[in-house]
C-alpha cells in the first residue's frame, strides 16, 4: 500500500525525448489506467515507475520518498507483463515461489503464502503445471499471482489482457477489479483500450506522444475532455466533429453556426476567445444526438442514412451530413429508416463540444 | 519395427527395385564399408593375438588355435586336423613336434601316441576372444592413470567452458553497455586466427605461469572459445528479455537470473557445446603433447602416441587401448546426438 508522486517525469533516448514532464499523483489505494494509443510512451512511463528503465528527468517518489536511484528489486513493486513472462522450466508452484525465495522467506511462509494466492486465484489443480500446458487466462492468473504472493506496495499491469480473447477479457477485466477492491492496493494499469480504461479505473491518465493529455475520472473525462484528442479518445463509438464557425457573443457565449446547417446558428455556453468568424470544430457523441425533438435547444439537420447497424437493443446509424461530413448516431432499439432514406437529426446545445484550431487546443465549452 | 524395416527395404520401384535403387543402395552400401569398414578392423583386431595380427593373409575376424585339455597333460593342447595313413581325416591335439615328426593324441583316447608326419597336419581355428588384451594394458602399463588424465581434462574443462562461455554470451546478449558489439565483434575475430599461430605465444604464458607438465596448463587456454560464446549468444538472444525483467521484478540477483532463469533455458545450446568441447578436449593432441611431457600427465591420446615405439610396437595393446579411447566419444554422440541436430539448427552455426 502505497502513494506515488510523479514530479517532472521525462524520459530520453539519445536526443529523442519520449517522455514530457509528466505530473501524477496517485493515492494510496487508487486504481489509475494509463491510456492512449500505441507509442504514446504509456508502457516506458510504467517501466520507469517499476525501476526497470531509469528516469531521466524528474523525481519519482514512492509514499513520499524519492526512488529514482533504487533498483526495481527493492522499491517494493510487482508487475504484470504483456506477455506474462512465466518462467517457462519452472512449474507453476516455483513461478509463483520464485521471488519469495530470492527475499529469502522461511519456506512455510511462501508455501501459505503460495496457497493463498492459488486459492484466491483459482490456480490450486494447477500448481504442479508448467507454463506451457496452461490456457492463456490460466496463465494471465499465474502471472497476477506472482505479484500478489510478493504482496508490493503498487502492483503494474503492462497491457496484461491485450493477448486474450475478446470473452476472456471482460472476465479478467472483472476479475481484476474484483482483486483491486479486495487488497485496496494502489495499482497502475496500462492499456491501449479506453473501454478497459473507462471500466476499471479509478482515475484515467490519457497520453500522447508522452504528454499527459488529461488526468481525471472516467466520467470527468467523458464528461469535460479537455481538447478534442481526449474527447475522441474517450467513449465508443468515437465523438462526432463537424465543421462550423463561431463568433463571440459576449465573454461567455457564442454564436455557432454549423457548416451543414449554416443557416441555424445556435448561442453556445463557451469561453469566448475566438474572433468573429473563425472556424471551429462541433462534437457530439453519438449516443447524444436525437431523433425526436426535445424541449431543450438543438441543431436540427437533415442527413441521408449511409448504413445501419442493429444489435437489438441499440442501433448505430451511420449518416452522411449536406455538408459531405460524417456523422455517427446511437438509436436505443432498432430505427424505421433504411440505408438512402434521409432522417431528422436533432443535436442538443448542451451536449455540444466546442474545439478551437488544432487537436490539442483546450476545449472551449465548459459542462 | 516395421517403419525401421520399411526404411531400411524401402525402394522407388514399385514391384522390381528401380534402377535408381541400385545406385541409392550401392551408394550407401559403399558409404558404410568406407566409414564403418576401418571401425570394424579396428575393433575386431583389438581382440586378436599378435600372433593373429601378423598373419597373413589378414583375417578380419579373431580366429586362433584351437586348444583341447587332455587328461593326462597340464597345458590345453592345440588341436589339428590331421590326414592319417589310411586317408581318413582325424581332430588330434598335438603334444609335441620333433623336427618333421609331430607327436599327437586322440583327445578321446589320451593314452596313445600317433606319429604323424607335419606336412599332414592342418590347425583347427575357432573364433577366439582375446580379452587379454583389455584386462592386460591395465595392468602392464599407467593406463588407468592416461584414462583419468584424459577423463579429468575432458570433464573439468567443460564444466568451466560451459559456465565461462555463458556468462560471456549473457552479458554480449542481455546488457546493453557501450561497446558491446565491438567486444563481440573481437571475440569473434579470434576465429580467424589459427590455433598453430598462437601456439608459441600459449606456451611462453603457461610457462611462465608455471603450468608446464600440468593437466591444468592442459585446461585453462582451452575452455575460452569464440565459438561458444558465438553460438550461446545467439540462442540467449531469443530468451525475451521480459522474462529478465520479471525477475529483477522478482528480486533477483543478476547472478541469480543468469543462474536460475538464463542457464536452465539455453539448455539446448549448453548441449551442444558441451559436445562439442567434449569431442574437442578429448582428441586434443597437439596441445597436450607440448605441455605435457613427464608419462604420468599422458593423456590417452600422448600416451597411444607414446606406445607406438621405436623398434618394435605391441599392436594388439594399442589397438585396445584405441578401442576404449574411442568409447566415450561413441557414448556422448549416441545419448547427445539430438541436441546436437536441435541445437545446430537453431544456433545456426557450424
Known amino acids: ?367 | 519395427m516395421p517403419s525401421l524395416r520399411a526404411l531400411l527395404t524401402g525402394t522407388r520401384g514399385r514391384t522390381a527395385p528401380d534402377w535408381t535403387d541400385w545406385l541409392t543402395y550401392g551408394y550407401l552400401v559403399l558409404g558404410l564399408l568406407l566409414m564403418f569398414g576401418p571401425v570394424v578392423w579396428m575393433v575386431m583386431s583389438s581382440f586378436k593375438t599378435p600372433a593373429a595380427l601378423n598373419e597373413f593373409p589378414p583375417q578380419l575376424l579373431p580366429y586362433g588355435q584351437a586348444e583341447v585339455n587332455v587328461p593326462g597333460y597340464d597345458r590345453p593342447l592345440p588341436l589339428y586336423r590331421v590326414k592319417v595313413a589310411d586317408g581318413a581325416t582325424r581332430t588330434l591335439a598335438e603334444v609335441r613336434r620333433i623336427g618333421l615328426t609331430a607327436t599327437m593324441v586322440d583327445p578321446a583316447h589320451p593314452q596313445d601316441e600317433i606319429k604323424v608326419d607335419a606336412k599332414d597336419r592342418e590347425r583347427v581355428r575357432e573364433l577366439k576372444f582375446a580379452w587379454g588384451n583389455y584386462v592386460e594394458i591395465f595392468g602392464k602399463f599407467a593406463f588407468g592413470r592416461y584414462l583419468w588424465n584424459s577423463v579429468f581434462i575432458t570433464v573439468v574443462a567443460t564444466l568451466i567452458t560451459l559456465i565461462f562461455n555463458a556468462m560471456a554470451a549473457f552479458a554480449l546478449s542481455k546488457y546493453r553497455f557501450t561497446g558491446h558489439n565491438v567486444v563481440f565483434l573481437m571475440v569473434l575475430s579470434t576465429l580467424m586466427i589459427p590455433p598453430t599461430i598462437i601456439l608459441v605465444p600459449n606456451f611462453l604464458v603457461i610457462s611462465q605461469l608455471g603450468l608446464l607438465n600440468s593437466l591444468w596448463g592442459v585446461i585453462w587456454p582451452a575452455v575460452a572459445t569464440p565459438t561458444g560464446v558465438f553460438l550461446l549468444r545467439q540462442y540467449m538472444l531469443t530468451i525475451p528479455d521480459e522474462l529478465i525483467d520479471a525477475a529483477r521484478m522478482d528480486n533477483a540477483s543478476e547472478w541469480r537470473i543468469f543462474w536460475r532463469i538464463i542457464l536452465p533455458l539455453s539448455a539446448p545450446a549448453l548441449a551442444v557445446l558441451a559436445i562439442f568441447s567434449v569431442m574437442w578436449r578429448w582428441n586434443d593432441f597437439l596441445w597436450p603433447l607440448i605441455v605435457l611431457s613427464r608419462s604420468e600427465n599422458f593423456t590417452l591420446q600422448l600416451a597411444l602416441n607414446a606406445f607406438q615405439g621405436e623398434l618394435t610396437t605391441q599392436w594388439n595393446y594399442l589397438l585396445a587401448m584405441t578401442v576404449i579411447t574411442l568409447l566415450p566419444i561413441t557414448a556422448v554422440f549416441a545419448f547427445l546426438q539430438r541436441y546436437i541436430a536441435t541445437g545446430i539448427a537453431s544456433a545456426g552455426v557450424k
Do not use: W
Open chain 1, 1 to 367: 500500500m502505497a502513494s506515488l508522486k510523479l514530479d517532472r517525469i521525462g524520459k530520453r533516448f539519445g536526443t529523442a525525448t519520449v517522455i514530457h514532464d509528466v505530473e501524477l499523483d496517485v493515492a494510496d489505494g487508487e486504481f489509475v489506467v494509463f491510456v492512449g494509443p500505441s507509442g504514446c510512451g504509456k508502457s516506458t512511463l510504467l517501466r520507469m515507475i517499476s525501476g526497470l528503465e531509469p528516469v531521466s528527468d524528474g523525481d519519482l517518489f514512492i509514499d513520499g520518498k524519492r526512488v529514482n536511484d533504487v533498483p526495481a528489486a527493492q522499491r517494493g513493486l510487482a508487475m504484470v507483463f504483456q506477455s506474462y513472462a512465466l518462467y517457462p522450466h519452472m512449474t507453476v508452484r516455483q513461478n509463483l515461489a520464485f521471488g519469495l525465495e530470492n527475499l529469502r522467506t522461511p519456506a512455510e511462509e511462501i508455501e501459505k503464502r503460495v496457497q493463498a494466492a492459488a486459492k484466491l486465484l483459482r490456480l490450486d489443480a494447477l500448481l504442479q503445471r508448467r507454463p506451457t500446458q496452461l490456457s492463456g487466462g490460466q496463465r494471465q492468473r499465474v502471472a497476477i499471482g506472482r505479484a500478489i504472493v510478493r504482496e508490493p506496495r503498487i502492483f503494474l499491469f503492462d497491457e496484461p489482457l491485450s493477448n486474450l480473447d475478446a470473452e476472456l477479457r471482460v472476465a479478467m477485466r472483472a476479475e481484476i477489479t474484483a482483486l483491486h477492491r479486495r487488497l485496496r492496493t494502489t495499482m497502475i494499469y496500462v492499456t491501449h483500450d479506453q473501454v478497459e480504461a473507462m471500466t476499471m479505473a479509478d482515475k484515467i491518465v490519457v497520453l500522447r506522444a508522452g504528454r499527459v493529455e488529461q488526468i481525471g475520472s472516467p466520467l470527468d473525462l467523458y464528461r469535460r475532455p479537455r481538447n478534442r484528442f481526449v474527447a475522441g479518445f474517450i467513449g465508443s463509438p468515437q465523438m462526432n466533429f463537424l465543421k462550423a464557425s463561431a463568433t463571440a457573443r459576449d465573454d461567455a457565449h457564442m454564436n455557432v453556426a454549423l457548416e451543414a446547417a449554416p443557416a441555424t446558428p445556435v448561442e453556445v455556453r463557451a469561453r469566448a476567445s475566438v474572433g468573429p468568424g473563425s472556424p471551429i470544430h462541433v462534437g457530439i457523441r453519438p449516443e447524444h444526438v436525437r431523433l425526436d425533438a426535445p424541449a431543450e435547444p438543438a441543431i436540427e439537420v437533415v442527413a441521408v442514412v449511409e448504413r445501419l447497424e442493429q444489435l437489438g437493443g441499440i442501433s448505430f446509424v451511420y449518416c452522411r451530413l449536406p455538408s459531405g461530413e460524417a456523422l455517427t448516431v446511437q438509436v436505443l432499439g432498432p430505427l424505421g429508416q433504411r440505408a438512402g432514406e434521409s432522417i431528422a437529426l436533432r443535436l442538443p446545445v448542451a451536449s455540444l463540444h466546442l474545439f478551437s484550431g488544432t487537436e490539442d487546443a483546450p476545449a472551449l465549452t465548459e459542462h
